[in-house]
């Protein structure tokens, strides 16, 4: 296990040793996004009953940027090591592909959670905020940051460069956090658009933790951790062939 | 006893490419052993099959008697590899990544080993340096000690002395020296044939992915390396019989190529009918660059 937990800590140390990039500045972004947004939308907007426009909005904020950067974490370690090379100072030791997958998605999870609790406790001087549901909370947070991990190591095992690795940030995770109701509840949406919606995995992540908070949401909690759980299950069975078979590391 | 290393029938392909054609090779525990052969050879392929970096496509590999895929814990445990790229993590110094570097090996506490190294490495001073600053002389001194952190048994070495200046090389070669009277078996590669003459006990010289040449670098030299003669004739006219013979010439010298001491009889002899003096003469001793350009330009 030693090797488990070395690797867990360098690839802490990584983010932490760079943390105005990795904590500070997505912070940052995401408290412009509620500043702005909640200023626009509070008074034209009412999604559950009792609840304020801008309390809506911050579970959601903080689970965008919850997924965002444990899927940064993972991706960006993992690509540059490819690119840099230094990928063989982990190629070479007796660590198994379980381990090597373990600590990469670990580290995606803690940077996740670190970002994600700094949203949500700066948040609260925009608007009070309760937790009805904490387990549940848990659970979904947990659950999006292992998923984007894992999603961000296949993405960098598959990609062969940069310029492709930012095609799938920019073309895939991006639109599906966007379009995952963070900033809108899926029933305001015109009904080809919420059916779609409940084919993205996103949605039940933000819908489920959102519950966590309020104790209300689109679809119910239960089915949203099933299908959330299921997606993150054939996720780590893809992520761990992949690394096992030694996709695009051991040629 | 156990060869430290043993390629069985090992071919490698890269598409159409065909870089490794079945080569078989031992090296024996507590050898200094060189790999030798020309840019594209094969070498670096063949030491990350060994490696597990890369996968074989037939045949296979053993270090210490571990097969390197179904056993690569152990075989990984007893196998150092120093990468031909010059490669560090931009993130941490040099005392961070022999701690990791330890740490995936499982030790956990290896302080005393790591001052070791550094120290040996002429790195003692650069231990909480970020590797990024580090010259590229460092780097290969960080990268020779991170193959060192688990004190395996047997090291590969893929041109460890490239871009290292000359003192630093011989400090470089006096400590793997030791590493060997120690009992760890070396194997390198390297572009300076000189140092694989001195260093190393025996060579393999690999071509187009073949091992051509495997024997001890004594025999080697004594078996193909041609005797080179320089002379000095008055009048400076060689004779058409020896022409065939000519390898070159310089500075008013004919360096002449022969098979071995005894076809120098024939020379002279040649030389005194033809009426031509010998004002000087030299033998040169044969080198393993000598038997490096002989086989290399041999059609296989
Ligand atoms: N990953 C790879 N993909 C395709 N061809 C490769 C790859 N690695 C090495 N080769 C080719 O295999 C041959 C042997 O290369 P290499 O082992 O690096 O030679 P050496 O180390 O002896 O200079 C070369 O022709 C090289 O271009
Ligand atoms: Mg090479």
């Not at chain 2, 097969?67 to 941490?92: C, H, I, K, M, T």
Request: charged share 15%.
């Amino acid at each position: 296990m030693t090797g488990l937990w070395t690797l867990f800590y360098k690839e802490l140390l990584r983010f932490w040793k760079v943390s105005l990039q990795t904590v500070l500045s997505p912070l940052v972004t995401t408290l412009l996004y509620l500043l702005i947004f909640s200023h626009v939308l509070a008074a034209h907007v009412q999604v559950y009953p009792g609840v304020g426009y801008t309390s809506f909005l911050i579970p959601g904020l903080v689970m965008m940027a919850m997924l965002q950067n444990a899927y940064a974490n993972s991706s960006s370690s993992l690509i540059q090591s490819k690119m840099a090379g230094n990928i063989v100072f982990l190629l070479l030791p007796p660590l198994a592909y379980w381990e090597f997958f373990a600590a990469y998605v670990a580290a995606a999870v803690v940077r996740g959670l670190v970002v994600g609790i700094g949203v949500g406790l700066a948040g609260l001087w925009f608007a009070p905020m309760a937790v009805v549901h904490p387990l549940w909370l848990v659970l979904f947070a947990l659950a999006g940051c292992a998923m984007l991990g894992m999603l961000g190591i296949i993405t960098a095992l598959w990609a062969a460069s940069y310029d492709q690795m930012a095609a799938v940030q920019n073309f895939l995770i991006m639109p599906l956090t966007f379009l995952s109701g963070v900033f809108y509840s899926i029933h305001s949406l015109p009904p080809f658009w919420q059916a779609l919606s409940r084919y993205n995995p996103f949605f039940y992540m933000i819908d489920g933790f959102r519950y966590g908070f309020f104790g209300m949401s689109d679809v119910s909690p239960a089915l949203g951790l099933s299908i959330v759980g299921g997606c993150c299950l054939a996720l780590s069975l893809t992520t761990l062939a992949l690394l096992k078979s030694g996709y695009k590391l051991r040629n | 006893m156990t060869p430290a290393l043993e390629i069985h029938e090992v071919h490698k392909r890269f598409g159409r490419l065909h870089a490794l054609r079945g080569v078989n090779l031992a090296v024996e525990q507590g050898e200094f052993f060189a790999l030798l052969g020309p840019n594209g050879a094969g070498k670096t392929t063949l030491i990350n099959i060994l490696a597990g970096l890369s996968r074989a496509t037939q045949g296979r590999c053993e270090v210490m008697g571990h097969d390197v895929v179904a056993d690569y814990r152990n075989a990984r445990r007893s196998l150092g590899v120093v990468p031909q790229e010059l490669v560090y993590d931009a993130f941490f110094t040099v005392r961070e990544m022999l701690r990791f570097q330890s740490g995936y090996f499982g030790i956990r506490r290896n302080d005393a080993w790591i001052d070791e190294l550094l120290h040996h490495l002429a790195l003692t001073d650069k231990a909480d340096t970020p590797t990024r600053t580090l010259s590229g002389g460092m780097k290969r001194r960080v990268l020779v000690a991170q193959a060192l952190v688990h004190k395996p048994p047997v090291i590969v070495l893929d041109e460890p002395t490239a871009g290292v200046d000359v003192e630093l090389r011989q400090n470089l070669w006096e400590f793997i020296r030791r590493l060997n009277r120690d009992g760890h078996t070396i194997v390198l590669t390297t572009h300076y044939l000189d140092e694989a003459e001195t260093l190393c006990r025996r060579v393999a010289m690999l071509k187009q992915g073949q091992v051509v040449a495997l024997d001890t670098t004594r025999n080697l030299l004594s078996a193909h390396a041609a005797t080179q003669v320089r002379l000095q004739l008055d009048p400076h006219r060689l004779p058409d019989a020896l022409r065939p013979l000519l390898a070159g010439e310089a500075a008013g010298f004919f360096n002449l190529v022969l098979d071995d001491y005894a076809a120098l009889e024939g020379v002279l002899t040649t030389l005194r009918e033809a009426n031509v003096a010998v004002t000087e003469l030299e033998v040169a001793k044969p080198d393993l660059e000598t038997v490096f350009l002989q086989l290399m330009g041999k059609t296989t």
